[in-house]
């Protein structure tokens, strides 16, 4: 009878646990240990971990700025088609890092390495675990912003005192992302599983106002890209590159600010359900 009693107050004590917010459970000291476990790792290998955000984006301008740019002979929404596609080369490199740190270099600390087993023996939770792997994502993502902003600086796509803002909505959509990919790593459990998530995050890319404008697409497609958090985090850094802000940029901020929180709290959900439950 006491047993059973113990079993059901453990129970009701776990239910209201779950009802509570994930992120309430965030204990920042543990979540800032972890990340500066993951700093120490990083520091190990971060030469041939730069090579990437220094090389792709150069190779990105030319293609897509001068190349397909060169025989765009009109102005793109009143600027010049490298500054257009330079908020689309900034945006799809810094949300890519933070996609890939929260999908594939998560699994394998989760499954191959059992870094979050090791971690979870600790005192550490799993939402501050969860909130160091995100914070961890948004800093390598914030890293690749700098260097790709001067990348963009050099090459003219910048044009006003605002650009040095760019990375600021990159850095939301960054944690919008990697919630969402870090959520979905918890749910997998075939590491080719990531494929089909790769798939549609590749493919929604072309139609989120990267490399052209929406205006062009079939208004279904327009309706969908338009609902989709990366359009308005493009968006946003195109509006500090250029300097040119409009009333739906407020709101493009507080959907991106609300579907990263939204997610953010999934991942940490999901996380808890994977490792402990």
């Known amino acids: 009878m006491v047993g059973s009693e113990t079993v059901a107050t453990e129970r009701s004590a776990w239910n209201r646990e779950e009802r509570a917010l994930a992120i309430l459970r965030v204990d920042a000291r543990d979540a800032f240990a972890v990340w500066q476990r993951n700093l120490q790792v990083y520091l190990r290998t971060w030469k041939m971990q730069l090579a990437a955000p220094l090389i792709e984006p150069i190779f990105t301008v030319f293609a897509f700025g001068w190349g397909v740019g060169s025989l765009i002979t009109s102005r793109v929404e009143n600027i010049s088609y490298l500054s257009f596609v330079g908020a689309g080369v900034l945006a799809f490199t810094v949300i890519m890092r933070s ?32 909130m160091a792997e995100i914070a961890w994502a948004v800093s390598k993502a914030a890293l690749d912003a ?132």
């Not at 998560?106 to 939402?127: C, G, H, K, W």
Request: hydrophobic share 60%; charged share 10%.
């Open 99 to 130: 996609l890939f740190e929260t999908t594939y270099s998560a699994y394998f600390r989760m499954v191959y390495q059992s870094t979050y087993d090791a971690i979870l023996a600790t005192p550490v939770n799993a939402e501050s675990l969860a």
């Open 146 to 277: 700098v260097i790709i902003l001067l990348i963009l600086l050099i090459f003219g796509a910048a044009t006003s005192p605002f650009a040095i803002l760019a990375p600021l909505p990159l850095l939301l959509g960054s944690f919008f992302i990697a919630g969402l990919s870090l959520g979905i790593t918890a749910h997998v459990h075939d590491i080719d599983s990531f494929n089909l998530y790769l798939a549609i995050f590749f493919s929604s890319i072309f139609i989120c106002g990267a490399w052209f404008p929406l205006d062009v697409l079939p208004p279904v497609l327009r309706w969908i890209a338009r609902g989709l958090p990366l359009t308005s985090a493009i968006d946003l850094a195109r509006a500090c590159l250029t300097g040119k802000f409009f009333m739906r940029h407020l709101y493009e901020l507080l959907y991106l600010l609300i579907m990263a929180l939204i997610f953010v709290e999934w991942a940490m959900r999901s996380l808890r359900r994977r490792m402990v439950a």
